[in-house]
């Protein structure tokens, strides 16, 4: 944006002063290279918005996939006292955690190989990607109320998973303080037919082969060797957590008004009101949703790969959240505060010691997973205490979109992109053509850089690097 | 006034979908944003008129208006499997309620079809423009 200054503070660290309503100063992680991307839409403009919300501590920050978004820029964190602070649905998204979750096999890729089309079309089958397709589970309103308040613990007791997958999902799979009569009917009946179903967009399901150990501690750690195949899921909370962000952003503007907001879309209520613990208790209900859903969809792909591959076994590796809000302490300025983390298009970064982190972890940092675009290879990293002192313990959550998804419609052949997936010797199982060139390559940052950026800033480390051998997605 | 008036256009946005929609009357623009949510959903299919879907919804002003509008077509992807071709609204002098009869067909009949998680209050407006038409600007999050 023309007119906003932007310092340089050292390699890959960049600020946005303070200047008219901020009330910090704004932090911008990211190459020169990266930056000039960021500056070519609004997301400018809108750190310095965010920087404007009350209560506010340190910085207003964007990671190095960062690009606009509305209200909150994505690839967005914000911090906010406990006591004076807000919460905003905005600054989570629609897609109430909205996650990736990466499982890995004993599988080798030749083994997998044989098998790779029919795998794929058992799998686009009884996980439907797109619109309008209801899932394999259809359930009551009691059993959805029952998810929203269990997350992955209900599908572990209905027979959907083994216990370990529990322990192996940020915060258990299930965030405590849900209040599952916060969420409305509407959101239920939108989310009901949902589960076990990717969704549209940016949401797929990639088959990939571990190419490259990077860091062999830590990647013998997270269970991940070279040659074996591993499956990434990147789905949320669906139809659910969008009517969820939807109605308390209607409820917030109807309650606090929208003449002070510099973007209407960043309607918040304190954390510390009747409102602002309302959506607190819906968030979580939400958010336990898509731990429940990615984990229905883990037991779908489970049974396809038995079916082809009876000794086959997938293990989840971890499940992060990437649009969340949750209470963390940090030590700001020799203090230790309690504040509500707003991540929007983020990931946690939890670095060794961390008690909040499955044990088996522990020496290493969590695991944390940068999914690239369509074609590109995508990296497993691990969290970083050096996080928690300079990003509110955050890591990018993606490659971060460049253009436009209609100019990439325009202008991208998604002909031309399934001949390059062929080249590479990756199958591609889409349900729409429009949809491939959405999500071409080329409409994307290079993971490459977001990923060494991360790992130069000491945001998080690189662990190992996988390369696509079949997508599904809608 | 133009008699081949444009219906909506899309905007720019990095990650999300934006629209322009046009009307010479308040009435017409909200029908052409019904244009544009089925353009955004349907891409190039045709959608058929096989069903008619009877709607009153209130807003307080003309951009929540506009917003609960194109959330209840959301709401009626998702939930009914209902995706809107066209509509004819009548919308209330105040702009605190529409009436609509929206047309359009079973979802499931339609492969490829692309989703909106919903409308955003990003940069809304609903305004008459220098041509003297009405104007709607929408951000849908998709």
Not at chain 1, 303 to 331: G, T, W
Not at chain 1, 345 to 365: V, W
Request: net charge positive; glycine share 10%; proline share 2%.
């Amino acid at each position: 944006m023309a007119g906003i200054e932007i310092k340089k503070i050292s390699k890959n660290i960049w600020e946005i002063p303070q200047h008219g309503k901020m009330i910090v100063p704004g932090r911008i992680f990211a190459s020169e290279n990266l930056v000039g991307k960021i500056k070519k839409d609004e997301t400018i403009k809108q750190i310095c918005n965010v920087a404007s919300l009350p209560g506010i501590v340190k910085y207003s920050i964007a990671l190095p996939d960062a690009h606009m978004g509305y209200g909150f820029s994505v690839g967005g964190v914000a911090a906010f006292d406990i006591d004076k602070g807000i919460i905003s649905p905005g600054g989570i998204g629609f897609d109430i955690n909205c996650g990736v979750r990466l499982l890995s096999s004993n599988l080798s890729k030749n083994e997998f190989l044989k098998k790779r089309k029919e795998t794929a079309i058992k799998i686009r089958k009884d996980i439907p990607s797109g619109v309008g397709r209801a899932g394999y589970f259809r359930l009551s309103e009691k059993e959805i109320k029952e998810i929203l308040k269990d997350g992955v613990n209900w599908a572990i007791r209905n027979g959907y998973g083994e216990k370990e997958d529990a322990e192996n999902c940020e915060d258990g799979g299930c965030l405590l303080g849900a209040e599952p009569d916060k969420v409305s009917a509407r959101a239920v009946g939108r989310g009901r037919n949902q589960l076990g179903t990717i969704g549209a967009g940016n949401h797929f399901l990639e088959i990939q082969e571990v190419e490259e150990i990077i860091d062999e501690k830590a990647a013998e750690a997270f269970g991940i060797k070279k040659g074996k195949i591993c499956v990434l899921i990147h789905s949320g909370s669906r139809g659910l957590g969008h009517q969820t962000c939807s109605d308390y952003i209607v409820k917030m503007e109807e309650k606090y008004g929208h003449s002070h907001l510099a973007d209407r879309q960043l309607a918040y209520a304190p954390i510390k009101s009747r409102l602002g613990e309302d959506y607190i208790g819906a968030m979580k209900s939400a958010a336990n949703f898509a731990f429940c859903n990615r984990q229905l969809i883990s037991h779908l792909v489970r049974e396809a790969f038995k079916k082809y591959f009876p000794a086959s076994e997938l293990k989840l590796v971890y499940d992060v959240a990437h649009n969340i809000a949750k209470q963390e302490e940090f030590e700001i300025d020799g203090k230790k505060r309690k504040l509500y983390v707003h991540r929007k298009g983020a990931t946690r970064s939890f670095g060794k010691g961390n008690k909040a982190i499955p044990k088996k972890y522990r020496n290493i940092g969590q695991p944390i997973f940068i999914p690239g675009s369509m074609g590109t290879a995508s990296y497993v990293l691990a969290g970083q205490n050096k996080a928690g002192k300079i990003s509110f313990s955050s890591a990018p959550h993606g490659a971060g979109r460049e253009l436009s998804r209609s100019y990439a419609v325009k202008n991208i052949s998604a002909q031309k992109i399934k001949e390059q997936l062929k080249k590479k010797d990756i199958l591609i199982e889409a349900g729409s053509v429009k949809g491939i060139a959405e999500e071409a390559p080329e409409a994307y940052k290079d993971v490459e850089e977001v990923v060494r950026v991360s790992h130069e800033l000491g945001i998080a480390k690189k662990v190992a690097k996988l390369k696509p051998l079949a997508v599904i997605k809608g | 006034m133009e008699k081949n008036l444009k219906k909506f256009e899309f905007v720019e946005h990095t990650a999300d979908v934006k629209f322009k929609a046009y009307g010479r009357s308040l009435d017409e623009v909200f029908e052409n944003s019904v244009f544009a949510f089925s353009k955004i959903t349907a891409g190039k299919k045709k959608i058929k008129r096989a069903k008619k879907k009877n709607l009153k919804i209130k807003g307080k002003g003309a951009e929540n208006l506009i917003y609960n509008l194109i959330n209840e077509l959301v709401y009626l992807l998702d939930a009914e499997n209902f995706i809107a071709s066209d509509a004819r609204i009548k919308v209330s002098d105040d702009l605190k309620q529409l009436e609509a009869e929206i047309y359009g067909d079973s979802s499931e009949k339609y492969r490829g079809l692309f989703h909106i998680k919903s409308a955003t209050y990003h940069d809304i407006f609903l305004k008459r423009n220098k041509n003297n038409l009405w104007e709607a600007q929408v951000v849908v999050d998709v």
